[in-house]
């Protein structure tokens, strides 16, 4: 098993700066669907052409694996920019699309979408007490801030199983639950990766926590049966060298939405995420869960 204390998230956190960093720099980076995780290529495509058709096709599908279509209500946990809660609505005829953040300026973007089958609620999953049981649910990459990454590790099993406590009490018996997270690789991690790890813990990023296979699974155990697990650690990696090409084409006007540091720190947790996924040191896999 592979043991790293306090191995931390590099990259998600510092993508949104904490979630608060403007749309317009986000937009830039990741592209009009400002969707913050891999996505679905098709061979022969380019990745930064194709980036937003890429994206899409990677939702449309956890939308079929969550048999959300049609359904009444759905939930989002850690939203982000509402691309899967608009998307939910207006191409997928889900009633009503719940999304939760941290972020006020998500909150605020997503209400300028003027639909009015979604909303964003800025609270926890701890929070979330829903008045009706949700038909399917989705957490895109947003498990790794569930955990800080200092947690021992008792604690880190009860956080884990605690997460899917609160989303199999949201959800209906028999309801799908779409999980996409980062996971500790194959490898363990070298000395090099685990320097800039700590140095971008040391600059304020990478507080959350990357979970092994084997804790989200002994975390489910009771309350969701697995029906699918895919790794994703190449499709991650080339959403990151498309971000990374749209940065570079657009950095002048990046650093003025942003700053020249924080540009930097992209560009720095970029090319390592990059390195951890071509050298497999970390995994991005795809789950889905039906509710017992």
């Known amino acids: 098993m592979t043991t790293v204390p306090g191995r931390s998230v590099p990259g998600l956190g510092t993508l949104r700066h904490h979630h608060e960093e403007s749309a317009a720099f986000h937009r830039l980076l990741l592209g009009p669907t ?3 995780s891999g996505g679905y290529w098709e061979d022969g495509e380019r990745l930064t052409e194709t980036l937003d058709e890429a994206q899409e096709r990677k939702l449309d599908r956890f939308v079929e ?9 759905v939930l989002d946990v850690g939203c982000g920019w509402g691309t ?5 609505t207006i191409v997928h005829g889900v009633e009503q699309a719940v999304g939760l953040t941290p972020s006020r300026a998500e909150e605020q973007f997503i209400a300028g979408y003027a639909n009015p089958r979604i909303s964003a609620r800025v609270e926890s999953w701890e929070e979330h007490r829903p008045r009706d049981p949700y038909d399917a649910a989705f957490c895109i990459n947003a498990l790794e801030h569930v955990v800080p990454c200092a947690t021992p590790p008792h604690e880190r099993a009860e956080r884990y199983r605690a997460f899917f406590t609160a989303v199999a009490g949201a959800l209906r ?4 639950f779409v999980l996409h997270t980062l996971t500790v690789g194959a490898r363990p991690v070298d000395g090099r990766l ?11 990023l990478g507080h959350g ?18 029906i699918e ?20 084409r657009c950095r002048d006007v990046a650093v003025v939405l942003a700053d020249e540091e924080a540009v930097a720190r992209v560009e720095r947790c970029l090319g390592i995420l990059v390195s951890a996924f071509e050298d497999k040191f ?11």
């Open 282 to 292: 970390f995994s991005n896999v795809r789950v889905t869960l039906a509710r017992l």
């Open 194 to 204: 685990l320097d800039e790890l700590r140095l971008l813990r040391c600059s304020g």
């Open 209 to 226: 926590r990357i979970p092994h296979l084997h804790e989200l699974a002994r975390a489910t155990e009771g309350l969701f049966e697995v």
């Open 34 to 36: 400002m969707v913050c």
């Open 84 to 88: 899967l809660l608009n998307r939910l």
């Open 173 to 176: 018996p028999d309801a799908r």
């Open 65 to 73: 694996l969550a048999g959300a279509a049609g359904a009444r209500r």
């Open 229 to 248: 697990i895919v790794d994703e650690r190449e499709a991650f990696a080339m959403a990151c060298r498309a971000w990374s090409e749209r940065l570079a």
